[in-house]
């Protein structure tokens, strides 16, 4: 069985862009001492600014994290984690691209 370099190349960037997020969420909230989270781009000026890209590529975490914490909470229902998970996959293949593309780009590949 193998697999072809176009399922190869979306399984790279699903698990770069769920690790990518991982990685930045963690170190946002370890400089910052703030909790990562969609309620950033409220605070408004030049924070609200400075926080878009940490938001937009952290995502994926950011959804799984508060959907399982909503499931395991409030007990909402397993559809809506099963949705919220496939968004979050979807964002982590996206912005994994991304990642990888920028890494292509520096490494002159």
């Known amino acids: 069985m193998s697999i072809s370099p176009t399922a190869l190349e979306a ?4 698990v770069i862009g769920f690790a990518f997020a991982g990685l930045l969420a963690s170190a946002f909230e370890l400089f910052t001492e703030k909790r990562a989270d969609f309620r950033l781009l409220q605070a408004g000026g030049l924070t609200a600014v400075a926080s878009v890209p940490v938001v937009i590529f952290s995502a994926p975490f950011l959804i799984l994290r508060n959907t399982v914490n909503g499931r395991r909470i409030e007990g909402r229902p397993f559809v ?14 996206a912005s994994g691209r991304v990642v990888l593309d920028l890494l292509l780009l520096v490494g002159g590949a």
């Open 11 to 14: 399984l790279q960037s699903l």
């Open 80 to 93: 809506f984690v099963m949705l919220a998970s496939m968004i979050a996959s979807a964002w982590s293949v």
